[in-house]
């Protein structure tokens, strides 16, 4: 007696995962592929391994972390939409949202999520980014429709806020000990743009000396990795 039910495949979307843990990317993967509907295509830990694969992989969705050793995970967003604009990115980062989570929306990310978040949440940002949904906290939704409704113009809580994506970049790296010339072929720059973008961040941080702007770029970063 023949059936005339169809069995349906469910369809399962690719996650490619990109952040220089491999504790996290295995935790991550091992979260995601319980899910009947999705699956991690891929990792890698830095962008000069994530761009290739990616290419490979051709995933739904890529999560990215904000940190990616000397390198940043804005920056790969940035190139992986240059190549192709529809490119699904979500942000998953230890990274506070108030410092990063505007910048990746405004180049095109879909979401931003706290790495400290539970593993239900994770998955609920996975699937609303899948679904054409932008996620971010409740908190972030609620400043950002203020300041929509309110047409506030950008106050900024703290001075390295005001830092562009790529100045903050430049900031992150002396912090990390680079020098000038180091941070210039590290970003395929110029010595003397490089400069300009010191002077920029000394002028808008109010520090008067590159000695002075190494010591706030070390203690920033040594509070942002104890968070």
Known sequence: MSNNKTEHTKHKYNIFIV????????????????????????????????LPAI???????????????QNNGIRLIESLLNKNPETLTLVLSMH????????????????????QEPPEKVILAIR?????????????????????????PILFSSPIESLSNRE????????????????????????KTI???????????????SRNLFLHAVQWLMNEKSK
């Open 19 to 50: 952040d220089d843990h491999p504790i996290v990317r295995q935790g991550l993967a091992l979260l995601i592929n319980q899910e009947n509907d999705l699956a991690v295509c891929g990792e890698a830990s830095d962008i000069s391994q994530a």
């Open 55 to 69: 290419e490979d992989c051709h995933p739904d969705l890529i999560i990215v972390d904000i940190s990616l050793g």
């Open 96 to 115: 506070d949202e108030a410092l990063y989570a505007e910048r990746c929306l405004r180049i095109g990310a879909k979401g931003y999520i706290m790495k």
């Open 128 to 152: 609303r980014v899948l679904h054409g949904e932008i996620f971010v906290s409740d908190t972030l939704s609620a400043k950002l429709l203020h300041k929509f409704i309110a047409k506030q």
């Open 168 to 191: 903050l970049e430049v900031f992150e790296l002396i912090g990390k000990g680079l020098k000038t010339r180091q941070i210039a072929e590290h970003l395929t720059l110029s010595v």
């Open 195 to 209: 400069e300009t973008y010191m002077d920029h961040i000394k002028k808008k941080m109010n520090l008067n000396d």
